[in-house]
Every structure is written in structure tokens, then in C-alpha cells.
């Protein structure tokens, strides 16, 4: 069955030795940064919002939408050059220095690259979150993304898919459901119930259970 994925590893210390402290960067280089990543934003966006419009204007699985698809890799691949050269500069440079919305971006260009360019950030973006740098829900979403791109399940519930035969969404393969709350907790998430709603999903831990052992069976 064809799924759709939704959004909605070196050594950190490899980067880190690299990286200027954030003590050290001036409000100038702040301000350039900020204003890059302003624009990295808007064009990260600004298709993606459009994906639903597309899809129901053409369908799922027509060449407009492939082609739309490959606009949208285009662009992330030229958003992933800059974002790299900050990363590697300056490291995961947190929101009091430029801002919630150049932060948050930071997160996503990753969130959209490929898993080699995910998997090589992650550790990055792990500690950033020890230190305060980057949100604890952006560390779930690109964990559970790396997970699930690796072969493995994913841990708090984030990646939903779409069965384009039902046209239905689903959360994807999932480790220890029944403790998947606890995790979201300790990642400051809010009940896996709430936020599968978005997609229409009703939870049910002992459905999903069945039913993702059927999965696992096919």
C-alpha cells in the first residue's frame, strides 16, 4: 500500500568544535541570520500550503502533483545550503538570539531534508535542546521522522500517514502505544488523542494495537 508522509549521524562534537558559541556572535550577524532565515521560511512554506489545493485540484497520485512534489525538493535542497552554513557556523542558535520564527526554521529546513541531512543534525539538534535552543516537540517530530525513515517505530506519535485508497489518515507504526503518552509528557507534548484529531483520527489504543498488527502481518 502506497503512504503518504505528512509534517505537518556525526558527532555533535564534530559540529560543535566548529561552531562559535553564541556568546560570540554579534547583533549584526544575528540580524543577518534572522533575516535569512526569514526568507528560508516563507519559502519553506509557502507550497506546502498549497498541497492540499493541488492534491484536491488534480489528485494524489496525478503528474501535476509529482511534478508539484519536486518543486517543493527543489526548493527545500536550496533552503538546506543555507541552513547548513549556519549550522555549521554557528550551531543551533536559539530563539533569544533571533528570534522564535528563525528558530523554529532552523528545525524545519531539517525536518524536510532527506534522512542522510536528518540524521547527521539530529545530534545537534539533541543537545540545542539541553541548552535551551530548540523546542523539545521539534526534537520528537525529527526523531520519530528518522525513526520511521530507518525502518524502526516511532516513539511519540507525530508522523501521520494517508491511505490514499480510503483517503483516511493514520498514525504510523508505533512503539509501546500504550505508554505513548508518557512520552509525549516528557517532551511537553499534549495527548496523542488531541493532537490526531487534526486528521480526523479517533484514538483508541486497543484498535490501533489490532490494527497495526495486521499491518505488521501484510
Known amino acids: 500500500m502506497k503512504i503518504i508522509l505528512f509534517f505537518i549521524t556525526l558527532s555533535f562534537f564534530s559540529f560543535h568544535s566548529k561552531a562559535q558559541s553564541e556568546s560570540e556572535i554579534s547583533y549584526e550577524v544575528r540580524k543577518e541570520i534572522t533575516e535569512k532565515l526569514h526568507e528560508v521560511h516563507i519559502k519553506d512554506q509557502e507550497n506546502r500550503l498549497k498541497i492540499n489545493d493541488v492534491a484536491a485540484k488534480y489528485g494524489w497520485d496525478s503528474k501535476e502533483m509529482k511534478d508539484f512534489w519536486e518543486e517543493i525538493s527543489q526548493q527545500d535542497e536550496k533552503n538546506f545550503i543555507i541552513v547548513k552554513e549556519i549550522l555549521d557556523k554557528y550551531g543551533w542558535v536559539g530563539s533569544n538570539k533571533i528570534g522564535s520564527e528563525a528558530n ?115
Request: overall charge positive; cysteine-free; hydrophobic content about 35%.
Open 104 to 218: 523554529t526554521t532552523l528545525f524545519l529546513v531539517i525536518q524536510h531534508a532527506n534522512l542522510e541531512k536528518q540524521v547527521k543534525y539530529l545530534p545537534m539538534l539533541r543537545e540545542a535542546t539541553k541548552n535551551g535552543n530548540a523546542d523539545l516537540q521539534s526534537l520528537a517530530l525529527l526523531e520519530d521522522r528518522v525513526l520511521l525513515a530507518s525502518g524502526k517505530k516511532q516513539l511519540y506519535g507525530t508522523q501521520i500517514g494517508r491511505d490514499p485508497k480510503t483517503n483516511t489518515y493514520f498514525v504510523q507504526p508505533l512503539e509501546d502505544p500504550d505508554n505513548v503518552d508518557k512520552r509525549r509528557v516528557e517532551m511537553k507534548m499534549e495527548p496523542i488523542a488531541s493532537y490526531v484529531k487534526t486528521w480526523h483520527i479517533a484514538w483508541d489504543v486497543e484498535e490501533y494495537k489490532k490494527d497495526l498488527k495486521l499491518k505488521e502481518k501484510n
